[in-house]
């Protein structure tokens, strides 16, 4: 039986997973009406935004956890 590797996610999958993630926190900070979770859910959005463009300012280095 021969084992199948499977292609590992790379950043290409990341980039549009991080831009579902920010769109869903933003309709969640609109949605609701608690005020402490729209600041949480801001904060979120700013930390996701912000890896979203480390991914798009160095597309080719890997992540520093990794090395």
């Known amino acids: 039986m021969k084992a199948e590797s499977q292609r590992p996610k790379g950043r290409e999958d990341a980039i549009p997973a991080l831009n579902a993630a920010i769109e869903a ?13 729209k600041a949480a859910f801001g904060s979120v959005n700013i930390l996701l935004a912000a890896i979203e463009v480390c991914f798009l300012l160095f597309p080719n280095d890997p992540p520093q956890v990794h090395v």
């Open 25 to 37: 926190l933003n309709l969640a900070e609109k949605i609701s009406s608690i005020t402490p979770a």
